[in-house]
């Protein structure tokens, strides 16, 4: 199977007008749970993204044109998109490119928005760049940001680490916020 362009920026719009319009028909409590939960990931994702920082990995991807950043069509989640909805900072996706939100400067999406795949990578370069204790610090940050992730699998239909494109071909019919 091919992958077609086109068609999933037709998908992704879908999905966006329809977490849109769930997310803000949810009764009060729940849209507080997702708030809360997406305070803590946004927490843990600066946290990670500052030891990037510190191992000068915006050089490093810089110096090898982000290659990694070339497999993320798929990687934005449920959590993603509820976060850039409820902050307002969803750029517009590019199906057109390798990753869409991959930009001429780099990624698009703000760090606590970022999809979990894109903020727990790192190459083998930024990983040697961190000291044992920074790599320690990451894997500890990384398991308590996925526990969160899992969160929302657990709670929502939607959710799941593969991402919504691939999510919302299992699921013709149901919304992406009703609860498992």
């Known amino acids: 199977m091919t992958f077609d362009s086109q068609q999933a920026a037709r998908r992704w719009q879908?999905?966006?007008?329809?977490?849109?319009?769930?997310?803000?028909?949810?009764?009060?409590?729940?849209?507080?749970?997702?708030?809360?939960?997406?305070?803590?990931?946004?927490?843990?994702?600066?946290?990670?993204?500052?030891?990037?920082i510190?191992?000068?990995?915006?050089?490093?991807?810089?110096?090898?044109?982000g290659s990694c950043c070339e497999l993320g069509h798929n990687h934005m989640t449920l959590a993603n998109l509820l976060s850039a909805l409820l902050s307002d900072s969803l750029p517009q996706a590019d199906f057109e490119r390798t990753c869409p939100f991959l930009g001429e400067q780099g990624c698009t999406l703000?760090?606590?928005?970022r999809?979990?795949?894109?903020?727990?990578?790192?190459?083998?370069?930024?990983?040697?760049a961190l000291s044992p204790e920074e790599r320690n610090r990451f894997y500890a940050l990384d398991q308590q940001l996925r526990?969160?992730?899992?969160?929302?699998?657990?709670?929502?239909?939607?959710?799941?680490?593969?991402?919504?494109?691939?999510?919302?071909?299992?699921?013709?019919?149901?919304?992406?916020?009703?609860?498992?």
């Open 115 to 128: 999809p979990y795949n894109c903020v727990t990578f790192i190459c083998d370069a930024v990983e040697n």
């Open 54 to 65: 510190g191992a000068n990995g915006p050089e490093l991807c810089h110096n090898c044109l």
């Open 14 to 52: 879908q999905i966006v007008l329809d977490v849109r319009k769930e997310v803000f028909s949810l009764r009060e409590d729940e849209r507080l749970w997702i708030v809360q939960h997406l305070a803590l990931i946004k927490n843990l994702q600066q946290q990670i993204h500052s030891l990037f």
């Open 147 to 180: 526990s969160l992730y899992l969160a929302f699998d657990q709670r929502y239909i939607g959710s799941s680490l593969q991402g919504l494109l691939i999510r919302s071909q299992s699921m013709p019919g149901n919304q992406f916020l009703a609860r498992r």
């Open 110 to 113: 703000d760090v606590p928005v």
